[in-house]
């Protein structure tokens, strides 16, 4: 019916229909459309996907909408592999400010076409508190990356990522709000060290939280992945 009424696409004989099928799992096909629901596979374009050697997850206190949808769009393009909220005090949206998930979403998706991605990383459109995170235990190989600037002790990413003694299998990087972590947060962020949370630096410049979130993620992706 989509395929139908959306894409206004259907069996006509002089002119067959074609429509791209895709996922994750089987990869990529040419189908012809041949009405009543019907596809059928005629080429093979782009087989399944490898999976990454190791995920890369985005976590990010939601920051001014035009800067959070670049943020998103990119890191998207870089191959994040899921997108969470976390709930921070200096978060820079109010409630009414916070875009609507389908929104979201069709950001996510048009990232995901632009890439040539297979498939969308998830998005999670609940805010999660930052002390729960911070309590939360990671498997081993599992490690959370707390970006904090302005800080001559923390190492960088670089550094750490090539110092790790674990495989990584899964690296969550946090991205704190515009104006930087609150006092509190940073003593919480300071207790919770260990060996699979640890503070990282980007470098010696102080960026933008958007900037923060593409630099840190394409950092991530080529020493991992690539």
């Given at each position: 019916?989509?395929?139908?009424?959306v894409?206004?696409?259907?069996?006509?004989?002089?002119?067959?229909?074609?429509?791209?099928?895709?996922?994750?799992?089987?990869?990529?096909?040419?189908?012809?459309?041949?009405?009543?629901?019907?596809?059928?596979?005629?080429?093979?374009?782009?087989?399944?996907?490898?999976?990454?050697?190791?995920?890369?997850?985005?976590?990010?206190?939601p920051?001014?909408?035009?800067?959070?949808?670049?943020?998103?769009?990119?890191?998207?393009?870089?191959?994040?592999?899921?997108?969470?909220?976390?709930?921070?005090?200096?978060?820079?949206?109010k409630?009414?400010e916070?875009?609507?998930?389908?929104?979201?979403?069709?950001?996510?998706?048009?990232?995901?076409?632009?890439?040539?991605?297979?498939?969308p990383?998830p998005?999670d459109?609940?805010?999660?508190?930052?002390?729960?995170?911070?309590?939360?235990?990671?498997?081993?190989?599992?490690?959370?990356?707390?970006?904090?600037?302005?800080?001559?002790?923390?190492?960088?990413?670089?550094h750490?990522?090539?110092t790790?003694?674990?495989?990584?299998n899964?690296?969550?990087?946090?991205?704190?709000p515009?104006?930087?972590?609150s006092?509190?947060?940073?003593?919480?962020?300071?207790?919770?060290?260990?060996?699979?949370?640890?503070?990282?630096?980007l470098?010696?410049?102080?960026?933008?939280?958007?900037?923060?979130?593409?630099?840190?993620?394409?950092?991530?992706?080529?020493?991992?992945?690539?």
């Amino acid at each position: 019916a989509y395929v139908q009424r959306v894409l206004r696409l259907g069996p006509n004989k002089k002119k067959k229909s074609f429509i791209r099928v895709f996922n994750e799992e089987v990869g990529e096909y040419l189908c012809e459309f041949t009405g009543a629901n019907s596809l059928i596979a005629r080429e093979s374009l782009l087989p399944p996907a490898p999976p990454p050697a190791a995920h890369v997850n985005l976590l990010l206190v939601p920051i001014k909408p035009t800067r959070q949808r670049i943020a998103v769009e990119k890191v998207v393009e870089i191959g994040v592999s899921r997108i969470t909220k976390i709930r921070s005090a200096n978060c820079q949206q109010k409630s009414d400010e916070i875009e609507d998930l389908s929104r979201w979403n069709r950001i996510i998706l048009e990232a995901t076409e632009q890439s040539e991605r297979l498939c969308p990383p998830p998005f999670d459109p609940d805010e999660v508190p930052l002390q729960k995170l911070l309590d939360a235990k990671f498997p081993e190989g599992d490690y959370l990356f707390i970006c904090r600037e302005r800080s001559s002790e923390t190492a960088t990413m670089v550094h750490l990522l090539n110092t790790l003694s674990t495989k990584v299998n899964t690296l969550n990087i946090l991205v704190g709000p515009e104006g930087g972590w609150s006092t509190e947060e940073l003593l919480a962020i300071d207790r919770a060290a260990n060996d699979s949370i640890k503070c990282v630096s980007l470098g010696s410049n102080v960026l933008r939280s958007d900037t923060a979130c593409i630099i840190a993620t394409a950092l991530a992706k080529q020493m991992l992945n690539e």
